[in-house]
Structures are given as structure tokens and as C-alpha cells.
């Protein structure tokens, strides 16, 4: 079955500053590549997807990007603010196992004011 | 649309008794899927179903776990009888399997506290 690896589990930074969350996977019939955000006591949410048929996708402070050869794909926060500070879950979908999301540890990402 | 639904959103009981948690998923959408989260080990998939029907359910525990889907609007997942171990939150999400990518949206949760 799938595997998904993420790294770090935890990260410290400044306002204002960037943040990056890397995750590896093991199954190259993964083609979906979702990142969830969970605040504290609440349920995980969707905050950006990328397809294997994309390399890059952005929406508006938040990127992901996909590197299928080497099978890794990173979520980038730019110019975090304090209410980025969540865990992140990556995620990834071998369609050959019936749309069965993998989720990587997640990321305690915490944003000094 | 409400969103998926869980209940009860908090349990606390008594080792050995049963548990039963409820989840409706949205409306149209054809997968299910019950997750448990813990310090320990994350979001742990339990099991998931396609169309009502269980497709993978390679994460369940033990035997004393058990999960039932009757319809397309609700599904059940039970624990009996209950161990302090169990003791986790427990999310239902649902999402539409065959789209090409199963977005999925997850429920408040179900916090479970076994004593």
C-alpha cells in the first residue's frame, strides 16, 4: 500500500516569514495530492490539492509543488501570519486503491507574533 | 448544505460498554470514510466505503470494532466492548469516489473518552 512520509513534524517561524512542509510517498500510481489544515480542537480541512498532471498550483499565499520522478511534493506558506499556525496533513491517492487517501504525520506549524 | 454530520460530538464512558458513533455524510457524495485521531498515531484510516458497500476495512482494530453503512445518508461506527485504548477523536468524511480526485470533507468529530 501507499506511504506517505512528512517532515518536519514540527516548525517554528517568524511572521512574516516562509514556511515549507516536504512529504515523500512510495506509490507511483498516486496521482492526487491533497493538503488538509487542522486548527486546534477542530476537524481537518482542504486548503489546496495538486494533480500529477501539474507541477505547481498557487493560490494566493499557499503554493504546493510535485516532483513525480523523485516522488515528493512540498507545501510553501509565504508570509505566514499568526493564524497559519495548525497542523498540517499531506496526503496522497493511489486511484488504483479505490480513492483510499494515505495522510503523511502532520506538521505542528507554529507562527511567533 | 450542512456539511457531514457526527454524533455525539463528546462521549465519555465506562470500559466494556458499547459505543455507537453516527455520521451523515453530504448529500451525493458516494464514499465514506472513518478515521481515528490520537497523539500517538495520527489520522489512522479504519475503513471506507464506495456506493454503501465496505471496500477496505484493513485498518479495523480489532473484532470489537465494527462499522455498518445501510444507506447512503448514514452510517454507523460501533465499538463493543469499549477499552480505555480506544479512546481517540474519531472523523467520518465523505467525498466523491471516481471523480478523479475523492476531496474529501471531514465531520466535527467524535470525541471518545473510555475510562
Known amino acids: 500500500g501507499e506511504n506517505v512520509e512528512q517532515h518536519p513534524s514540527t516548525l517554528s517561524v517568524q511572521e512574516g516569514d516562509s514556511a515549507v512542509i516536504k512529504c515523500t510517498y512510495s506509490d507511483s500510481a498516486s496521482n492526487y495530492f491533497p493538503w488538509y489544515k487542522q486548527e486546534l480542537g477542530k476537524r481537518p480541512q482542504l486548503i489546496i490539492d495538486?494533480?500529477?498532471?501539474?507541477g505547481e498550483k498557487k493560490d494566493q499565499r499557499i503554493a504546493v509543488t510535485l516532483n513525480k520522478t523523485a516522488k515528493h511534493f512540498s507545501l510553501h506558506i509565504t508570509e505566514t501570519q499568526p493564524e497559519d499556525s495548525a497542523v498540517y496533513f499531506c496526503?496522497?491517492?493511489?486511484?488504483?486503491?479505490?480513492?483510499?487517501?494515505?495522510f503523511g504525520t502532520g506538521t505542528r506549524l507554529a507562527v511567533r507574533p | 448544505d450542512a456539511g457531514v454530520i457526527q454524533s455525539p460530538r463528546h462521549e465519555v464512558t465506562e470500559m466494556g460498554q458499547e459505543v455507537t458513533l453516527r455520521c451523515k455524510p453530504i448529500?451525493?457524495?458516494?464514499?465514506l470514510f472513518w478515521y481515528r485521531q490520537t497523539m500517538m498515531r495520527g489520522l489512522e484510516l479504519l475503513i471506507y466505503?464506495?456506493?454503501?458497500?465496505?471496500?477496505?476495512d484493513s485498518g479495523m482494530p480489532e473484532d470489537r470494532f465494527s462499522a455498518k453503512m445501510p444507506n447512503a445518508s448514514f452510517s454507523t461506527l460501533k465499538i463493543q466492548p469499549s477499552e480505555p485504548r480506544d479512546s481517540a477523536v474519531y472523523f467520518c468524511?465523505?467525498?466523491?469516489?471516481?471523480?478523479?480526485?475523492?476531496?474529501?470533507?471531514f465531520g466535527a468529530g467524535s470525541r471518545l473518552t473510555v475510562l
Open positions: 468524511a465523505s467525498g466523491h469516489q471516481g471523480s478523479g480526485a475523492n476531496v474529501l470533507t
Open positions: 496526503a496522497a491517492d493511489p486511484q488504483s486503491s479505490g480513492d483510499k487517501l494515505t
Open positions: 466505503f464506495n456506493n454503501n458497500v465496505p471496500i477496505d
Open positions: 448529500s451525493g457524495h458516494n464514499s
Open positions: 495538486i494533480r500529477s498532471n501539474v
